[in-house]
């Protein structure tokens, strides 16, 4: 279990990291200048390692969940039960951003619209962070 726990945490520290970067770094960089192309290069450069970061923390996630917890368990009222429907919430969250993002904000990224993938950032690193606590809370609970 312990190379599995490794790497989900190798999958979660691209994927958030990278959101973080972009969130702290990139976007207040193309703002001011309301820059689309540091946006659009970043998200060319990270997509390549951050998607199979994605894929690898949902495998081993869902790997991991069914070692913490049988699957038939996943809706019972225990606390773990619970942290994984949170996390599997997070991952339903990931999905539809992502969605969002590659159907509806990317390919109509202009200065008009920067503001609401700056909207999105915020949220998809928000989620990535309450994907990080969650984690966490299997370990200190």
């Not at 970061?53 to 969940?65: D, P, V």
């Not at 969605?99 to 928000?126: F, M, Y």
Request: aromatic fraction near 10%.
């Amino acid at each position: 279990m312990r190379w599995l726990v490794f790497l989900h945490l190798l999958g979660a520290s691209v994927w958030v990291g990278g959101h973080l970067l972009l969130a702290l770094r990139v976007l207040p960089q193309a703002w001011p200048q309301r820059d689309v192309a540091v946006i659009r290069a970043f998200e060319q450069s990270y997509e390549k390692l951050g998607i199979p970061a994605l894929l690898l923390q949902i495998i081993s996630g869902l790997w991991l969940a069914t070692l913490w917890l049988p699957l038939e368990q996943w809706l019972s009222d225990n606390p773990y039960a619970a942290l994984i429907r949170m996390k599997l919430a997070c991952l339903a969250a990931t999905a539809a951003l992502g969605v969002h993002a590659r159907v509806q904000l990317i390919p109509r990224l202009s200065q008009d619209t920067l503001g609401q993938l700056g909207l999105h950032i915020l949220a998809i690193t928000a989620v990535s962070l309450i994907f990080v606590w969650l984690g966490l809370s299997f370990r200190v609970m």
